[in-house]
């Protein structure tokens, strides 16, 4: 195991409500990166925090945002669902921000939108 | 533009036979590293290895071995003697020099089935 925790592990949520999905980083680590991850694709990134500022983003919306507090530890929150924001998000954390970092997982969270 | 290609999107072998999947990635930079997960059917992506650009040296480790071909640029996994165990989905990736984070580009995955 990684260390990275994610909750809650599955959601169903309704179009046009709003989610907030928790992760919290490897012992150690400052940085947290978010992916979406929709059936039978590869993970896409969706943005990066570290040290408590956004660091980078992915084609994704503005009803895409997020947090990381000072413990580092993070949340994903999506405004306004779609039925295509269903999806495993994961949450990575790493040791900093440069590239060649290894992103550790999480178990990831399961969203459904009906 | 970055991208990862991973042709293969299911294999299905006995137990006991070596498996190769396939990775082949664009990119502009020079400097890149490279990247293999596991995702079992929990979900969670497990971490496999991690080789940058400069180095071109083959890698094992136990039943598992990378082949990176720079010429080719193609970052290939293999599995020697493959167990049940080895069922899961593989993606290949690969850093994002371009971006202001610490962006990681996946390929679609490769689905192994590995059949007692």
């Known amino acids: 195991e990684t260390g990275v925790t994610q909750s809650p592990t599955h959601l169903i949520k309704t179009r046009g409500q709003q989610v907030t999905l928790r992760c919290s980083s490897q012992?150690?680590?400052?940085?947290v990166s978010w992916y979406q991850q929709a059936l039978g694709q590869g993970p896409q990134f969706i943005f990066q925090?570290?040290?408590?500022?956004?660091?980078g983003r992915g084609n994704f919306p503005p009803r895409f945002s997020g947090l990381q507090f000072p413990n580092y530890s993070s949340e994903l929150n999506v405004n306004a669902l779609e039925l295509d924001d269903s999806a495993l998000y994961l949450c990575?954390?790493?040791?900093?921000?440069?590239?060649?970092?290894?992103?550790?997982f999480g178990p990831g969270t399961r969203l459904l939108v009906l | 533009a970055q991208k990862v290609t991973q042709a293969q999107t299911e294999i299905s072998v006995v137990e006991k036979e070596d498996v190769t999947l396939d990775c082949v990635y664009e990119?502009?930079?020079?400097?890149?590293?490279l990247f293999w997960y596991k995702q079992p059917p929990s979900g969670e992506l497990v971490f496999l290895i991690r080789?940058?650009?400069?180095?071109?040296q083959n890698e094992i480790s136990g039943r598992y071995s990378w082949n990176f071909q720079k010429s080719t640029s193609s970052f290939n996994f293999t599995i020697t003697a493959s167990q049940v165990v080895d069922s899961a989905v593989y993606f290949c990736?690969?850093?994002?020099?371009?971006?202001?984070?610490?962006?990681?580009?996946f390929g679609s995955g490769t689905r192994l089935s590995i059949r007692p």
């Open positions: 990575a954390s790493s040791e900093t921000d440069r590239n060649q970092e290894t992103q550790y």
């Open positions: 012992s150690g680590h400052n940085t």
């Open positions: 925090y570290y040290r408590e500022e956004e660091n």
């Open positions: 990119t502009r930079d020079t400097t890149y590293y």
């Open positions: 080789r940058n650009s400069f180095d071109e």
């Open positions: 990736a690969l850093s994002d020099p371009y971006s202001s984070a610490s962006k990681i580009i």
